[in-house]
Every structure is written in structure tokens, then in C-alpha cells.
């Protein structure tokens, strides 16, 4: 939802796309008269949030949107914990792993055609072009690229947007792998409040899949698109003064339709993953920020605390809530490419 996770067999690679892949949505909310560039948006030098208080015309809010506003997303993508209710996901007691630098100083260098058009761009060049908020490279375990910019630095968390869709699909495979889930079980089996939606008949397979045939779509550019819906009712985005609908995640998915069987064809739709977050808290009984720091956070060593915003029941945002440092979003790409064994665990 919103964002791009770029892992290839040699990198492990978060960027620009944190700030680009939300621009058709803000469009839809408030056009934007004249884009700026990167050096023009840098919320340092807008001087976003700063001050006691801030000016008024530095202020980013949640209530009024303006945090979902370029450019102040440049600020508020990393500080969300400012904005909304969070919950912690611990990085647990132990040590951080290390994650030795070789850092290689020609990757700036490297030029390449953007697609669609005929003159070159250097990788320096395209970060820039790319309002790229921080980016990280690990070549077989090592750093070999890191920056930051704007906002961001090391030791800060950024949202994830839908990569938290891997780190909540890799916690229900651990569980499906020790039996205590059954991927190819209905969700009502879990859910019975959801025994009459369109997804009480969809398996826990076909949400990981993407696979239902649930009424539902993101299009982020259609203000009346079931995705705003979803986020409201989990109050990740402000809701109109005469908002009248569900009040949470689990309200929204009970008033989901079904649209055409189950199984047939792949059709990306976060509320597949927020209906698999409720079928995990009910089989466990732990919220998915505790799943995370037993089963990933605390056994990768995670160098810094992650963050789950949260709805107004206190459940978190599977489908795009979560907020974490790239270090760790690193060592998680890491163990992915070690097929999960990481930090002497498998």
C-alpha cells in the first residue's frame, strides 16, 4: 500500500519510493500547485515542526491532513509517532547484531537510462530526482551504501507503508510451519464474527495470496475508494466531521462484500492483510507488535525499537502501520536471503 520494497539477490534497497509512492493518493486529497524539488521539499530546510510551538505555517497536523500533504510528508513519514496513536514493537534485550561496512564508494557513479526517456542519470543524480528519504544497500551481509536525507538519520524510524505486509505474512508462516495455523482453513474458522462478509469463506491461504474475491479495490486516486474507507475507519487518515462508518480495522472488514469466488485470480488488497493481523491476535492472543518482537525483532538483533501505529481499538495496522529503521529493515532482508536463518537461528 503506498510503497515500494526494492530486494534484489545482491541489495537490500528502501528509498525514494517511501516519499514518491503516496503522491497519486495526496493528489487526490489537495493538489499540489508547483512540485518542488528535493533541495525545495527538504523539511529541515522548510523548517517543518520546529519551535515551542511551531508557526503556524510549520505546523503538520494529523487532524487537518496536512501530514499526508507533500511536502510535509517529507517530515511526517518520519515522525509518525507525532502524529497518531503507536505501539512499540521491542527490539528485545539482547545485543544488535553487527552489520560489517564495505563501503564502495563508485556505486554514485553508476549511470543508467530512466525508462522513457534517452539521456543519462547517475545513481547521485537519481536520489535527488527521487526525494529519497534514506537508502541502505547490503551486499552479502555488508553495508555498502548508506544515506540519509531531510528528516531521516540511523537511529530514526520511517513508515514502511506495505512492506509491514512481509513482516505480518513472515510471522503467519511461522505459525502455519508450527502448526498453529492452518493456511488452508476459512477465515470464519477464526473469525466467526466475520462468518456473513465476503471474506468469512476466503482461506487463510487466499488472503496471503491476495486471491479473495472480496469487493474491494485501491485506487487511491478515487477519494470514494474502499482503501480510504479502510483507512479511516482505522483512523490512519482524519475523518470528515459527519463521519458516520466503522470505527476500527475489524469494524471495516465486517462490512466487506464479496465480489466473485475465491482462489480464481490476483488482485492486491491491503484488507487481506489487516483481516490476517485479526485471524493472528485471535489464534494467539498477542497483538502483532508483540508477534513481531518474539518471532523476528528480538532473534534478528535489531539495532532500534519499531512502532505499529494503532487503531481506535488498539489493533495495529497490518496492512501498512509499521515503522522501523532501515538497519533492521536490512537484517530482515538479510534473513530472507538466507532463506530465514539469521543471527545462528533458523
Keep these: ?38 533541495r ?18 510549520k505546523l503538520v497536523r494529523f487532524s487537518d491532513g ?9 517530515w511526517s513519514f518520519s515522525n509518525i509517532r507525532q502524529l497518531m496513536p503507536t505501539r512499540v514493537v521491542g527490539r528485545g534485550d ?9 563501503e564502495r564508494a563508485d556505486i554514485d557513479k553508476v549511470t543508467f537510462q530512466p525508462l522513457g526517456r534517452t539521456d543519462s542519470m547517475s545513481w547521485a543524480q537519481s536520489l535527488a530526482a527521487n526525494y529519497t528519504d534514506g537508502i541502505l544497500i547490503l551486499h552479502r551481509g555488508r553495508i555498502v551504501y548508506e544515506r540519509y536525507f531531510g528528516a531521516l538519520a540511523a537511529d530514526r524510524q520511517h513508515i514502511a507503508f506495505s512492506v509491514t505486509k512481509s513482516f505480518v505474512a513472515t510471522v503467519a508462516a511461522t505459525l502455519v510451519a508450527e502448526g498453529a495455523l492452518a493456511d488452508e482453513v476459512k477465515v470464519a474458522s477464526y473469525l466467526p464474527e466475520l462468518r456473513d462478509t465476503g471474506l468469512g469463506d476466503a482461506t487463510i491461504r487466499q488472503l496471503l495470496d491476495m486471491t479473495t474475491g472480496v469487493d474491494y479495490s485501491e485506487d487511491y486516486a478515487d477519494p470514494k475508494s474502499p482503501v480510504w474507507e479502510l483507512t479511516r475507519a482505522g483512523g490512519f487518515l482524519a475523518r470528515p466531521a459527519d463521519y458516520t462508518g466503522p470505527e476500527s480495522f475489524f469494524d471495516f472488514l465486517k462490512t466487506v462484500k464479496k465480489a466473485k ?6 488482485a492486491y488488497k491491503t484488507v487481506n492483510t489487516d483481516t490476517l493481523g485479526a485471524v493472528l491476535g485471535r489464534v494467539t492472543g498477542k497483538g502483532l507488535s508483540d508477534l513481531l518482537r518474539e518471532r523476528i525483532f528480538s532473534l534478528i538483533g535489531a ?10 481499538a488498539g489493533a495495529e495496522f497490518a496492512g501498512g502501520g509499521l515503522n522501523l529503521a532501515l538497519r533492521d529493515m536490512a537484517r530482515f532482508g538479510e534473513m530472507m536471503r538466507l532463506e530465514g536463518r539469521y543471527n545462528g537461528r533458523q
Design 261 to 266: 469466488p475465491h482462489g480464481e485470480t490476483f
Design 40 to 57: 525545495a521539499s527538504d523539511p529541515v530546510t522548510l523548517g517543518w515542526m520546529v519551535g515551542t510551538p511551531p508557526p503556524p505555517d
Design 303 to 312: 539495532e532500534q525499537d519499531a512502532y505499529f501505529t494503532v487503531d481506535p
Design 66 to 74: 496536512s501530514w499526508f500533504r507533500f511536502p510535509q510528508t517529507r
Design 1 to 38: 500500500m503506498w510503497f515500494r520494497l526494492i530486494v534484489v539477490p545482491i541489495s537490500f534497497v528502501l528509498g525514494a519510493v517511501l516519499v514518491l509512492g503516496l503522491r497519486p493518493f495526496v493528489a487526490a486529497q489537495a493538489p499540489v500547485p508547483q512540485a518542488l524539488d528535493a
Design 94 to 102: 539482547g545485543l544488535a547484531t553487527a552489520l560489517p561496512r564495505a
